[in-house]
């Protein structure tokens, strides 16, 4: 059950619920189709819930509780990936296992909703830490990063934001960067509209891959009536990754915000994955992964004028450029690949479901 995000997610449809699926179980997929103009996969029982969005959350909630009632003697497990989900579960007597799949430092992620007041964030954070510390008592938890363990006091399976690695890719070429994820202000949507700006006169095009929340959205439409830059809005993951191929570069422009601090890109994996140099801000994890396999270039905080000129250079020295895509690619080909991690991910499912620790 999801009422937070796009039924078309890539953890949780294309990574978690594939993996169940392809290990031959059957899947009831919750989520807010309707609300995104979705029609469920065919390898799914879909079922619509009502979207959960800024400050409108309560009648999400609210149905998600009802169905789970409905539907609590028809499954072997529950598995939620909202904070707010919490409350749709708790209380409800006998219920199959619940898991809760932590995507994120849900304490931190509250100073970047706009929708918060500033003076209820401390106290909204408090709670959050209170909901976490009763959710590990009551259930089953996975982690999305290392970096989340210590919020926690017992072990629980790490299932990384790991990819699809293709069995082989297209070199990087010399006239398109792009950006794949969720377009907002902290995760450095200006400074791509700036780079796209910086980068036209080289005939280098920018092209931006995803939703793009309130506030991004009318800075977004006006670059592309200004003919700066191509933006797709939210697009599947499988047909997203396919527009990787062949471009020059791909950018990760996050700011530094404690949310971002121990947690690793997906989408630097996912460049890597499809054999393209990466463009990082230096997030602690990002440069950890960038500098070990020497996979691409990182540039300073909120500074276009440094990734411009990391893109032109790239552009003209063919050698380095797919040097760094190759081993990129090498290294989410044998430490990244979604198949790997998705193997633990069943099998701890399947243990819960049986009722085993």
Known sequence: MTVV????????????????????????????????G????????????????????VAAVWAARRLFKRMRDKV??????????????????NSPPIVWDVHEDTPATLSLKPWLPSPLRPPAR?????????????????????????????????????????????????DRVV???????????????????????????????????????????????EGLLEWRDFMPNDEALKRLDGALAGLSLLHDEPNYRHSMPTKIVEYMAHGIPVITTPSP??????????????????????????????????????????RGYAAARANHHWPNSAKRFVAQLEAWAAGLR
């Open 179 to 225: 950006y794949l994820g969720w377009l907002s202000r902290a995760r450095g949507v200006m400074e791509a509209i700036e780079v796209a700006r910086l980068l036209q006169p080289y005939r280098v095009a920018v092209e931006l891959i995803g939703y793009a929340d309130p506030q991004s959205r009318p800075v977004l439409n006006q670059a592309v009536t």
């Open 38 to 57: 979705i029609v469920p996969r065919p390898w799914v029982n879909g079922v619509d819930l009502p979207r959960a969005a800024q400050r409108k959350r």
């Open 285 to 326: 994890r990002a440069v950890e992964l960038v500098e070990r396999y020497e996979s691409g270039v990182v540039v300073p905080w909120e500074d276009p004028k440094a990734v411009a000129q990391a893109v032109l250079t790239l552009r003209d020295d063919v050698r380095e450029r797919r040097a760094q895509g190759a």
């Open 126 to 174: 408090f709670l959050a830490r209170m909901l976490e510390g009763m959710a590990e008592r009551r259930m089953h938890l996975l982690l999305a990063e290392t970096a989340y363990a210590g919020r926690f006091k017992d072990a629980h399976l790490i299932v990384p934001n790991e990819t699809w690695v293709p069995d082989s890719v297209t070199p990087p070429g010399d």
């Open 5 to 36: 995000h796009n039924p078309e997610d890539a953890r949780i449809l294309h990574r978690q619920i594939r993996a169940l699926v392809d290990a031959g179980h059957e899947v009831t997929y919750a989520a807010s189709f309707t609300a995104h």
């Open 76 to 93: 072997d497990l529950v598995l939620i990936h909202d904070p707010e989900l919490l409350f749709a579960v708790w209380g409800v007597r």
